[in-house]
């Protein structure tokens, strides 16, 4: 039955705190460590411990005890531990070497016999019986040893051994079922260990735990990963179980095996994992029955990765594809059983091609086939090929592995594209039927000669060999490699190769070297490249459109130039539309783009674009006038979707809108649209005043007047005159001839006589003038 205790720890020096496991050597009998430890369990009855060896170090250290992890990272939180060297030098850090030995610690003869060893020593065994109530049990356990050396060979050498040996009461031949998963190769060091470079090849690598170092929660250099001992049982029947562990030779080097708590447990055999890495995984769609039917009024729940199958209460159940399966069995006394299995499924077969080719040289369909040389195309991922057993006729005898095609190295098919069928298998006995289809080779090819267009008719162009390669695919074997070369002996010798993007090299037409490739076929043809001339068109132009000529039209042509061809035929399109047109040229009053393809009969065309701009006569904004100055400037500011020139009294035009130096006076500006569209042109007065004048009737320069002014321009401004001493003397009316030197009829003398000019907007000018007799 099931005891519970007060743990005390009080022997410091048999314990390790910290960052390491914690062993403890008195707490526990070897009755309690079995039945209240290891076991723990209602289930598992009749625990006796029947006899205890170990190392006699005096005082009250023992190779065996109890362990605890104490929140390290061990993988098992608790257990029992059995060494061959002191409990005290179990926990970490892995610091020094366990080397432990005691006065007359010999070795065990059962362990020595069940493993085909001799010479062990150092051995601490603890025996006990028990009686199951169901047919299997099982526990977890890991092995760690100092003879784990990393990078060193003699981890491939050396190797202390253990044993968990089982018997029913009644036999006196033991079973070890401390062995490597799937096999009856015992677990050491020797067996399960990752490659040691120098020293030998990976062993069961995948069962190796880890290398520890010097901060390991335990004292060893290596372990193993968590393994699993499972024993057939009777149920109601008692069986003796001998735990044992030993040093080989000598006792340098210590070893522990370290046993789970609670893990000693009724369990159900589903039979061993199939797992791509143990060489037993599953074939494509294969299934597999799992059964684990118990004696007795019993109730079964089946789990697929951890999760309950809901339905599934029969004791079997049907794998039919990967993952981790479990299963509860509660007996009828309430106990239950637990067990599981993991399922991998083998990758697909597949193949590469399914065709095989071989030359004909009469072009009949028929001739001999070496059917093994199609053993390369049959691959799996990350193998190099799959071996054919052999080649059948039927599909069906391929698959029942009957009748094999007795001479596959010189089989003659009895009708053109013929079908046979190979199995094949792999590593783990998967096999997998594929047909293979055996066709002869065509030896000529029907394509002669291959055109391109020459854009500037000097006879070269480019060829794309890749169209050319897809014209004779379609007439040789299917899977045929086709390349192209200059010469004979370069096709020959598969040499200088061209590329798919080739020019030719001698005008207008060439003859190049074809080869056809069909793995074991070679095909060679000459082929002609014939240059045809497209037609030669004007570049793309742009074409301006007067908006403020709509809806009159323009027309738009082709530009075809002579010697182009004969009959041409045109398409128009507009903007990427086809328009309705198939003429030379044609007439047009949108904007937009026009596209013309201009195509002969030898195939070749050439197209150009003509873009239609829109243009117009333009709109003058404005005009800024710098007036009365010694430099008079005019700027004009026009607006519209033309491109503009500006010019000033004469039809000159510039690209400037800005005029310098204008003299005072009356001007007419000038806007032309440099795209034919019209000239605009606008009056423009720029205010002046004359230095002087001389009223003698010689009808020049008789009366003062400011330049610029007239009923037209400036008729609203305001003209008055001043002598010297600022005694107004005229008003001059904008619209009449001027002043003509007099005052109520009486003639001024000469002198400087000063003016006030007021503009409407407010500018007033003033400055003087002389008056010359």
């Known amino acids: 039955m099931k005891h519970l205790f007060f743990i005390c720890f009080f022997t410091v020096s048999l314990l390790s705190f910290g960052q390491n496991v914690q062993v403890d050597s008195q ?3 070897p009755q309690q460590l079995i039945e209240d430890i290891l076991i723990n369990s209602n289930c598992i009855t009749k625990v006796t411990v029947t ?35 002191r409990l005290a030098h179990v926990p970490g850090p892995n610091n020094t070497l366990s080397d432990d030995n005691a006065t007359n610690w010999g070795g065990d003869t059962d362990l020595e016999t069940i493993l085909n060893e001799n010479n062990t020593t150092n051995a601490t065994i603890i025996e006990f019986e028990f009686t199951a109530i169901a047919s299997q049990i099982s526990f977890r356990y890991l092995f760690a040893s100092e003879e784990y050396q990393i990078n060193n060979s003699n981890t491939c ?13 009644n036999s006196s031949q033991y079973t070890n079922i401390a062995v490597i998963p799937n096999t009856q190769t015992p677990v050491k060091v020797t067996t399960v260990h990752p490659n040691i470079p120098g020293g030998c090849a990976a062993q069961n690598e995948t069962y190796f735990g880890s290398w520890n170092n010097a901060s390991a929660p335990i004292n060893f250099n290596g ?19 001998k735990l044992v562990i030993g040093d080989e030779a000598n006792y340098r080097y210590d070893s522990a095996v370290f046993l789970e708590a609670g893990s000693f447990q009724l369990s159900t055999d589903l039979g061993p994992d199939r797992l791509i890495a143990t060489n037993n995984p599953l074939c494509e769609n294969e299934t597999l029955l799992l059964d684990a039917s118990q004696a007795g009024n019993n109730t079964y729940k089946w789990f697929k990765d951890g999760n309950e199958i809901l339905g599934e209460t029969n004791d079997t159940y049907m794998v039919t594809t990967p993952g981790t399966y479990s299963v509860e069995v509660t007996l009828n006394n309430s106990c239950i059983a637990n067990g599981n299995v993991t399922v991998e499924y083998a990758e697909k077969l597949h193949t590469t091609q399914n065709y095989l080719n071989l030359c004909d040289n009469d072009n009949d369909g028929i001739t001999f086939f070496d059917l093994h040389l199609a053993d390369p195309f049959f691959t799996l991922n990350g193998y190099p090929e799959l071996p054919v057993i ?9 698959i029942q592995n009957i009748n094999p095609i007795p001479n596959p190295n010189s089989f003659i098919n009895t009708i053109p594209m013929q079908v046979v069928f190979a199995r094949l298998e792999n590593q783990y006995g998967c096999f997998a039927v594929e047909p293979l289809t055996l066709e002869a080779n065509y030896t000529s090819s029907n394509v002669k000669s ?5 854009d500037d008719g000097d006879g070269f162009t480019t060829f794309n060999l890749n169209e050319l390669r897809n014209l004779i695919k379609t007439e040789v074997s299917q899977g045929a490699e086709i390349t192209f070369y200059n010469t004979y002996d370069d096709a020959a010798n598969h040499i200088n190769q061209l590329s798919d993007s080739y020019i030719n090299t001698t005008a207008f037409s060439q003859e190049i070297y074809v080869k056809a490739q069909v793995i074991f076929c070679e095909l060679f043809t000459t082929i002609n490249l014939i240059v045809n001339n497209s037609s030669q068109l004007l570049p793309d132009e742009m074409v301006p459109y007067c908006l403020n000529s709509y809806p009159q039209t323009i027309s738009i042509d082709s530009g075809l130039l002579n010697g182009s061809g004969n009959n041409p035929t045109y398409e128009w399109f507009y903007n990427n539309q086809m328009i309705t047109a198939n003429t030379t040229s044609i007439d047009v009053n949108e904007t937009g783009t026009y596209t013309v393809v201009v195509s002969f009969s030898n195939g070749c065309s050439s197209s150009r ?64 649209d440099t795209n034919g569209c019209g000239t605009l042109e606008k009056e423009i007065s720029v205010l002046g005043f004359p230095k002087f004048f001389t009223p003698n009737n010689d009808g020049t320069n008789d009366t003062w007047k400011p330049y610029g002014v007239n009923a037209q321009f400036n008729s609203d401004i305001d003209i008055k005159i001043f002598d010297r001493y600022g005694k107004f003397v005229k008003q001059i009316n904008p619209i009449e001839p001027g002043w003509n030197g007099t005052l109520h009829g009486n003639l001024m003398p000469s002198d400087d006589y000063w003016y006030v000019v007021l503009l409407a907007d407010g500018t007033e000018y003033r400055g003087h003038f002389a008056l010359k007799r």
């Open 450 to 454: 291959f055109e391109a267009c020459d």
């Open 51 to 85: 006899n205890v060896v170990g190392g006699d170090f005096g005082g009250s250290d023992q190779s065996y005890g109890y362990f605890d992890a104490s929140g390290t990272s061990f993988p098992f939180q608790s257990g029992i531990v059995l060494s061959t060297g």
């Open 157 to 169: 050498q050396y190797s202390d051994l253990f044993g968990f040996l089982i018997r029913n009461i």
């Open 609 to 672: 674009d003509i873009s239609v701009i829109p243009s117009n006569i333009a709109t003058i904004e404005k005009i800024d006038i710098q007036q009365a100055t010694e430099n008079n400037t005019v700027t004009v500011s026009a607006s519209g979707e033309g491109n503009y020139q500006y010019a000033l009294d004469v039809p000159i035009f510039h690209n400037s809108n800005t005029f310098s130096n204008v003299k005072p006076g009356f001007h007419t500006v000038y806007v032309m």
């Open 27 to 29: 707490t526990y009998t």
């Open 223 to 241: 372990q193993t990963a968590i393994l699993t001992a499972t024993a057939n049982t009777v149920p109601n029947e008692t069986y003796h179980v």
């Open 390 to 398: 052999d080649f059948y006729l039927t599909e069906n005898d391929a």
